[in-house]
């Protein structure tokens, strides 16, 4: 490390930027534009990373920034005034965090390029399986699609839009995790099914245990670094934040979000994923929910008419192959009238 203050003018600027990104990195740690610019600055030359390396040690080592010159953000922040031993316990902590955090930033960026991404899409009514590298099988069901990245430590699957079922291999080093809108899901060796209708996830667990949590900040590099960082997102005034769910064989968990409407049944271990042998289960769920998954499963057109009805819950089973006979017969259970428009079959309020 340079400590000699006879620094020549071309260090000497560098080495001010140098505290210039230190500074703003810590004054704004939830840029993500922030944060890209400064990667894109620091990968470009040599001298850049060894003059933040420099600043971050001297930081570390003396809770000060040196040579800075007047005038600048880093020189504000490099003679500092004695602060209280409470803050300057509570300042160290932070400097710690966030030493750590760049650290498992580069560290994340150099493994990314080791990830194997690949993607998978259904068509409406199509249905599909996938094996992957580590012997990890999905089914997709139709029109639904996810992307699936395995690294090292991790298997990161993102489920972008409707139903997957998931028969996890076995990798206990290698966590298996399901990204479905605000949820994941968290498995070793196991097996279980997910859907996604606008909002709604449901999970349900065939065999072995799974872990339903909140969604930490959005998959990605930056994202997964910056939350370290952020303070946890604020619920509204009176709602508690959701709690980790574990589930086993024989279990099911919907989650409503963002009201994070919560309903936990058991349900049959031989009854997951019984979409794919054309039988449509659901335990009040929204018709809303219920007509998305009846199309994307079978390809069929149909519509609510508004909101209201899209909220009528319904419980039953609905047979892919006799959809319309289905749709024809919700009269006699909800207040709504059906009319075929077109290749569309409308649900419309009782008049």
């Given at each position: 490390?340079?400590?000699?203050?006879?620094v020549?003018?071309?260090?000497?600027?560098r080495?001010?930027?140098?505290?210039?990104?230190?500074?703003?990195?810590?004054?704004q740690?939830?840029?993500?534009?922030?944060?890209?610019?400064?990667?894109?600055?620091?990968?470009?030359?040599?001298?850049?990373?060894a003059?933040f390396?420099?600043?971050?040690?001297?930081?570390?080592?003396?809770?000060?920034?040196?040579?800075?010159?007047?005038?600048?953000?880093?020189?504000?922040?490099?003679?500092?005034?004695?602060?209280?031993?409470?803050?300057?316990?509570?300042?160290?902590?932070?400097?710690?965090?966030?030493?750590?955090?760049?650290?498992?930033?580069?560290?994340?960026?150099?493994?990314?390029?080791?990830?194997?991404?690949?993607?998978?899409?259904?068509?409406?009514?199509?249905?599909?399986?996938?094996?992957?590298?580590?012997?990890s099988?999905?089914?997709?069901?139709?029109?639904?699609?996810?992307?699936?990245?395995?690294?090292?430590?991790?298997?990161?699957?993102?489920?972008?839009?409707?139903?997957a079922?998931?028969?996890?291999?076995?990798?206990?080093?290698?966590?298996?995790?399901?990204?479905?809108?605000?949820?994941?899901?968290?498995?070793?060796?196991?097996?279980?099914?997910?859907?996604?209708?606008?909002?709604?996830?449901?999970?349900?667990?065939?065999?072995?245990?799974v872990?339903?949590?909140?969604?930490?900040?959005?998959?990605?590099?930056?994202?997964?670094?910056?939350?370290?960082?952020?303070?946890?997102?604020?619920?509204?005034?009176?709602?508690?934040?959701?709690?980790?769910?574990?589930?086993?064989?024989?279990?099911?968990?919907?989650?409503?979000?963002?009201?994070?409407?919560?309903?936990?049944?058991?349900?049959?271990?031989?009854?997951?994923?019984?979409?794919?042998?054309?039988?449509?289960?659901?335990?009040?769920?929204?018709?809303?929910?219920?007509?998305?998954?009846?199309?994307?499963?079978?390809?069929?057109?149909?519509?609510?008419?508004?909101?209201?009805?899209?909220?009528?819950?319904?419980?039953?089973?609905?047979?892919?192959?006799?959809?319309?006979?289905?749709?024809?017969?919700?009269?006699?259970?909800?207040?709504?009238t059906?009319?075929?428009?077109?290749?569309?079959l409308?649900?419309?309020?009782?008049?």
């Amino acid at each position: 490390m340079n400590t000699d203050e006879s620094v020549s003018p071309v260090d000497s600027e560098r080495f001010e930027v140098a505290c210039d990104w230190f500074v703003r990195l810590r004054e704004q740690p939830e840029s993500q534009e922030l944060l890209r610019s400064w990667l894109e600055w620091y990968h470009r030359d040599e001298r850049n990373r060894a003059a933040f390396e420099e600043v971050r040690e001297l930081w570390c080592t003396t809770g000060v920034i040196q040579h800075a010159p007047p005038g600048t953000a880093a020189a504000a922040v490099s003679q500092p005034r004695r602060p209280q031993r409470s803050r300057t316990v509570l300042l160290a902590a932070t400097l710690a965090a966030l030493v750590i955090g760049i650290g498992l930033l580069l560290t994340a960026q150099r493994a990314a390029t080791d990830a194997e991404v690949r993607s998978f899409a259904t068509a409406p009514s199509e249905h599909r399986g996938f094996t992957l590298s580590d012997g990890s099988r999905i089914e997709l069901a139709g029109d639904s699609s996810v992307r699936t990245t395995l690294r090292a430590h991790i298997r990161d699957i993102e489920l972008l839009k409707g139903e997957a079922y998931f028969r996890v291999a076995h990798d206990k080093a290698r966590p298996f995790i399901v990204r479905a809108n605000a949820l994941h899901v968290r498995a070793v060796g196991t097996r279980f099914d997910v859907r996604t209708t606008g909002d709604r996830v449901v999970v349900a667990v065939e065999e072995g245990r799974v872990v339903v949590e909140p969604r930490p900040e959005s998959s990605g590099t930056v994202d997964s670094v910056l939350s370290l960082f952020r303070t946890p997102a604020r619920t509204k005034p009176g709602a508690e934040p959701m709690q980790p769910l574990n589930l086993g064989g024989g279990q099911e968990v919907a989650v409503g979000l963002p009201t994070q409407e919560l309903q936990l049944l058991p349900i049959e271990p031989a009854a997951v994923a019984s979409w794919r042998e054309g039988r449509l289960r659901f335990a009040r769920e929204p018709l809303g929910s219920v007509i998305a998954s009846v199309r994307a499963a079978t390809g069929r057109d149909i519509e609510v008419a508004n909101a209201e009805i899209g909220e009528l819950r319904f419980t039953g089973t609905v047979f892919s192959a006799r959809v319309d006979a289905w749709v024809e017969g919700l009269p006699a259970i909800f207040p709504v009238t059906v009319r075929q428009e077109g290749a569309t079959l409308m649900i419309t309020p009782r008049e």
